[in-house]
């Protein structure tokens, strides 16, 4: 039970005699929401919301006022917060919870909840106050942070293990060649030939990732070339990826440097989104075609195309909402999308959304992602 | 035929290079270190010196610079794949300033014998 024996109850009697509305004006010019439930009845319905309220849930006081807060959740709220609040609520005990909430027009957003039994001087229970804020951009900005000291770090490593690689393979690669020519036998030299190639391609493989450690991933170097990172960026993935899913490139008609205007880890962390995803529309199963063009001497555009089930006209806005993707996947922090989204308009560049490959049925098509970015060869 | 020293503290990475060199029909003396490369080489005469750049102990890029230092010294080609974290071309950037020739590692037999050819035909 609360001390109410302290000085506060006479500095705020104070207060409201030389300024009567103060407490009022605290109430509703405070910048994070506040909620007042009635307590005296059984569904503890809301008797004030403040504008901040208003504010950030799209609902107006006449619209929440009557109503238990619950209409703020929606089909992706996790029931064991909602469990935990009303736990908190039944023990008399203040809490504090980040829960997924809805605004009025259906938009998801992350809500750092506090909710705390008030009780007045006698020590009886008077009101739920609730005081809530919108995490979700600080949340966007903690994923773009987090995704990029992940690559950062991967980078590092990758690059340290390429380097042992490289220097392993060259000696298998050279010396299969040099004695390759004096085997007789056409199916030895057949095998070894397999061999050499082997070892070749993972020289290749290796040389990639030594890239993404070589300054490209750490520096802070505000551009990235193009092909090169896109080369780099596809390895990385396709070692993230089964091997069951098929990725097509075709770099052929572009000239062999081009420049954007973006850090290669955020490069990075936008491509890997989008093909990660579009491996698993397909469920890991099908082909993601990635083509880079010049479209005009100022743009250029990378496409990441898959014969997935592909995406309702109707969701092609949503998909890139923060929380979205949530209700799709149980694993999606349903951040992705949003961030690299993010990225690509911090950069001038914008994402387009279309279709793609066709289905393996013939039927429909999957999905397209274009990059629309400043070129600044 | 030339005689040939080669400097690379990876014993695979030189014993492949030195076999294609033998192949080719060149002599081939090997050293594990930059210091020992620089021993033998002050005890008797190569046409061409291949030396790795990074290397633990005495480093290629001071084997480059001691034997262009020294009049009619023998051809030197400077090889590099670069370190963790330093790209090839920054290991090689010093070298290549003295040195005759560069090879980024990995390079392949062909290049690595034209570039024997080249150096030592003239």
New interface residues.
């Given amino acids: 039970m609360p001390d109410s024996s302290n000085d506060g109850y006479a500095a705020l009697g104070h207060l409201i005699k030389g300024a009567p509305d103060l407490l009022k004006s605290i109430l509703e010019g405070s910048p994070d929401t506040i909620s007042v439930s009635d307590v005296s009845q059984p569904d503890l319905p809301l008797t004030y919301v403040n504008p901040a309220f208003t504010k950030t849930t799209g609902y107006a006081s006449d619209e929440a006022l009557g109503r238990n807060c619950r209409f703020l959740q929606g089909e992706s709220t996790n029931r064991d917060d909602v469990a935990r609040i009303r736990k908190a609520i039944e023990d008399q005990k203040p809490i504090d919870i980040i829960v997924l909430n809805y605004k009025k027009d259906g938009e998801p957003f992350l809500n750092a909840l506090r909710m705390a039994p008030i009780f007045d001087k006698s020590g009886r229970l008077s009101a739920y106050l609730g005081i809530q804020r919108d995490i979700t951009q600080e949340r966007l900005r903690e994923e773009k942070e987090k995704t990029q000291n992940r690559l950062e770090t991967l980078g ?1 490593a990758s ?2 293990l390429a ?1 042992q690689l ?6 298998i ?3 299969i ?2 004695h390759l020519p004096d085997i007789p036998d056409p199916a030895i030299r057949a095998d070894l030939d397999m061999a050499r190639y082997s070892a070749h391609q993972a ?1 290749d493989l290796s ?1 990639n990732l ?1 890239g993404l ?3 490209e991933f750490q520096n802070s170097s505000e551009s990235t070339h193009l092909p090169d990172a896109l080369i780099r960026t596809i390895s990385l993935v396709q070692l993230m990826l089964p091997a069951t899913v098929s990725i097509q490139t075709d770099f052929r008609n572009v000239p062999a440097d081009l420049a954007i205007p973006i850090n290669e880890t955020l490069f990075a962390q936008v491509l890997i989104n989008i093909i990660t995803n579009a491996s698993q529309a397909t469920k890991h199963l099908g082909i993601i075609r990635i083509e880079l063009k010049k479209t005009e001497n100022t743009r250029l555009q990378i496409s990441i195309s898959d014969n997935g089930p592909g995406i309702e006209k109707s969701d092609r806005d949503k998909i890139f909402k923060p929380f979205y993707s949530k209700s799709l996947s149980k694993n999606s922090s349903g951040l992705g999308l949003p961030v690299a989204l993010q990225i690509i308009n911090n950069i001038g560049g914008i994402i387009i959304l279309s279709e793609g490959l066709i289905q393996p049925d013939g039927h429909g098509y999957g999905c397209m992602f274009t990059l629309d970015l400043p070129n600044i060869t | 035929m030339c005689q040939i020293l080669l400097i690379d503290d990876m014993q695979p990475v030189r014993h492949a290079i030195a076999a294609t060199l033998r192949k080719a029909g060149h002599e081939v003396v090997e050293a594990e270190d930059g210091q020992k490369g620089l021993d033998i080489a002050s005890s008797r005469t190569f046409d061409l010196v291949i030396t790795d750049i990074m290397m633990p102990a005495t480093d290629g890029t001071d084997v480059v610079f001691a034997l262009k230092s020294a009049p009619a010294g023998p051809k030197v080609v400077a090889m590099s794949g670069g370190g963790a974290g330093i790209p090839a071309k920054e290991a090689l950037h010093l070298p290549s300033s003295q040195a005759d020739a560069v090879l980024k590692k990995p390079f392949t037999n062909e290049v690595l014998i034209d570039t024997v050819r080249d150096l030592t035909s003239s």
């Fill in positions: 590092t690059g340290a380097h490289n220097n392993l393979l060259h000696p690669e050279s010396l060649s040099l020289a040389n030594l450690s070589r300054g």
